[in-house]
């Protein structure tokens, strides 16, 4: 497995991949570029793809450099262990169902941790979905040393209401809660 920075000839394959495991309509070419924008500081990029021996996409992270995202209504920067000047924002992860189980989730987590240090960011928060098969999301989290800030209900209902985003529990009316969570580097 070689892991390496997400680049225009992974899009697609991580666009399809992202939909596939958290729905229709998650992600989009605009989108990606955007995240991959915003993950980009100082020109590193913050956001990796693994690829197995052929190639293929095995999963993927994208981040977002601290002072480059939104702090919205579903932030708690109050709580947070640094400023919000310090704080990344570690947006999405995925990894195809075949290729679960086998570590690619924190290698894809360390390889951003590496690039937002890199940029200056002190941490990183996420919003994790706490629906994810045996809640892995926050587990996977918490055992690279994420700790809990908020939970929120209804954190993608306006995605559902407003992108058209599917969830693959809810459908067009996601109830899902996040977990937001904080990662000191």
């Known amino acids: 497995?070689?892991?390496t920075e997400l680049r225009?000839?992974?899009h697609h394959a991580v666009i399809k991949l992202a939909n596939q495991v958290h729905g229709d309509n998650y992600l989009d070419a605009p989108g990606l570029k955007k995240m991959v924008a915003m993950g980009t500081k100082f020109d590193i990029n913050a956001c990796f793809v693994a690829l197995d021996e052929q190639g293929q996409l095995l999963g993927f992270?994208?981040?977002?450099?601290?002072?480059?995202?939104p702090i919205d209504k579903w932030c708690t920067p109050k709580n947070w262990p640094v400023l919000p000047s310090q704080m990344a924002y570690f947006?999405?992860?995925a990894v195809a169902p075949e290729a679960q189980g086998q570590g690619i989730g924190p290698?894809?987590?360390?390889?951003?941790i590496v690039a937002l240090r890199q940029q200056g960011a002190l941490a990183g928060v996420a919003h994790l979905w706490m629906q994810s098969p045996g809640n892995g999301a926050v587990k996977y989290f918490s055992k690279a040393g994420g700790k809990l800030v908020k939970v929120h209900d209804d954190r993608?209902?306006?995605?559902c209401l407003n992108d058209g985003y599917v969830c693959t529990i809810c459908g067009n009316e996601c109830h899902c809660q996040a977990a937001e969570m904080a990662l000191m580097f």
């Not at 992270?61 to 002072?67: I, P, V």
């Not at 290698?107 to 951003?112: A, G, I, T, V």
Request: proline letters at 4%; one cysteine or more.
């Open 1 to 3: 497995m070689v892991i």
């Open 8 to 10: 225009p000839e992974h």
């Open 61 to 69: 992270r994208t981040s977002y450099a601290a002072e480059q995202w």
């Open 91 to 93: 947006k999405c992860i």
């Open 107 to 112: 290698k894809l987590l360390h390889e951003s």
């Open 156 to 159: 993608w209902l306006e995605n």
